[in-house]
């Protein structure tokens, strides 16, 4: 079975991180780490973490980061430090759980299933039988910057945000967390722009052969979550800057 690594990234998460639900998919599930990255938290988030890698060691660690860096950079630092473990796959998933852990399995499918494949994302596609969940203003401006990006990127892209992700590691991708984003929050992103820069006139396999979007069967918005319409704005700026960046 793959052995998988998936990075958490936690910032003042000590309230809500579901640890018994953590606990519970890695009893009944094989072959998959997580490891925790501590954002600078200012609040008990790492104790809480240290006690959850204290609980079931082989299945969980934590890494810290000494100040607060933005979660593109906690999640950058993981994969740095889950690569050193030599897994097949890595990804990274919200600690709120607004995807279950259940649909890593199906994220793990993909790959294991189609080697062509390099990335699978989670979509959260409203579509009948499947519990998408989302705030009607998180769902529309949700939807109005992923066909900005799909503009700006030239490549068809149904959600760049989702925080469910997991590659194939292969040897290209530690180059592709190398380097410190440049965006703390839409480093999704930055980090198609990497990979489309790197195989641009290139015989190699280009980001709508290697990507693979999975539609969702359940997402929520989490407690406490807030999106404004000012954040949309500032993120649409700062794609300019990642599009400019990487051209």
Same mark, same amino acid.
């Given at each position: 079975?793959?052995?998988?690594? $998936?990075?958490?990234?936690?910032?003042?998460?000590?309230?809500? *991180?579901?640890?018994?639900?953590?606990? &519970?998919?890695?009893?009944?599930?094989?072959?998959?780490?997580?490891?925790?990255?501590?954002?600078?938290?200012?609040?008990?988030?790492?104790? %809480?973490?240290?006690?959850?890698?204290?609980?079931?060691?082989?299945?969980?660690?934590?890494?810290?980061?000494?100040?607060?860096?933005?979660?593109?950079?906690?999640?950058?630092?993981? #994969? @740095?430090?889950?690569?050193?473990?030599?897994?097949?796959? %890595?990804? #990274?998933?919200?600690?709120? *759980?607004?995807?279950? +852990?259940?649909?890593?399995?199906?994220?793990?499918?993909?790959?294991?299933?189609?080697?062509? $494949?390099?990335?699978?994302?989670?979509?959260?596609?409203?579509?009948?039988?499947?519990? $998408? =969940?989302?705030?009607?203003?998180?769902?529309?401006? &949700?939807? *109005?910057?992923? $066909?900005?990006?799909?503009?700006?990127?030239?490549?068809?892209?149904?959600?760049?945000?989702? &925080?469910?992700?997991?590659? =194939?590691?292969?040897?290209?991708?530690?180059? +592709?967390?190398?380097?410190?984003?440049?965006?703390?929050?839409? #480093?999704?992103?930055?980090?198609?722009?990497? @990979?489309?820069?790197?195989?641009? &006139?290139?015989?190699?396999?280009?980001?709508?052969?290697?990507?693979?979007?999975?539609? *969702?069967?359940?997402? =929520?918005?989490?407690?406490?979550?807030?999106?404004?319409?000012?954040? #949309?704005?500032?993120?649409?700026?700062?794609?300019?800057?990642?599009?400019?960046?990487?051209?």
């Amino acid at each position: 079975m793959s052995d998988t690594i $998936i990075v958490v990234p936690c910032y003042n998460e000590a309230e809500r *991180l579901p640890v018994e639900a953590f606990k &519970g998919f890695v009893r009944r599930t094989h072959g998959i780490r997580f490891l925790f990255v501590d954002d600078g938290s200012t609040d008990a988030t790492e104790g %809480v973490l240290r006690g959850l890698s204290a609980s079931d060691p082989e299945s969980f660690c934590v890494h810290r980061l000494a100040v607060n860096s933005g979660k593109g950079e906690a999640v950058r630092h993981g #994969f @740095l430090a889950a690569l050193e473990s030599d897994p097949d796959y %890595v990804g #990274f998933w919200d600690a709120d *759980l607004a995807t279950p +852990l259940e649909a890593i399995r199906e994220f793990r499918g993909v790959l294991d299933g189609r080697p062509e $494949i390099e990335m699978a994302f989670g979509a959260r596609v409203r579509l009948l039988g499947r519990a $998408i =969940r989302r705030n009607r203003l998180r769902h529309l401006l &949700g939807r *109005l910057f992923a $066909i900005t990006a799909s503009l700006f990127l030239r490549v068809d892209v149904y959600d760049t945000q989702c &925080g469910a992700k997991l590659f =194939r590691v292969t040897p290209d991708l530690p180059v +592709l967390f190398r380097e410190p984003f440049a965006s703390r929050w839409i #480093f999704d992103v930055e980090i198609i722009a990497r @990979l489309m820069r790197a195989r641009t &006139g290139t015989e190699r396999p280009q980001v709508r052969d290697i990507v693979y979007e999975v539609p *969702l069967s359940e997402w =929520r918005d989490a407690a406490g979550s807030k999106i404004r319409i000012r954040d #949309f704005v500032i993120a649409t700026f700062g794609m300019v800057d990642i599009i400019r960046k990487y051209r």
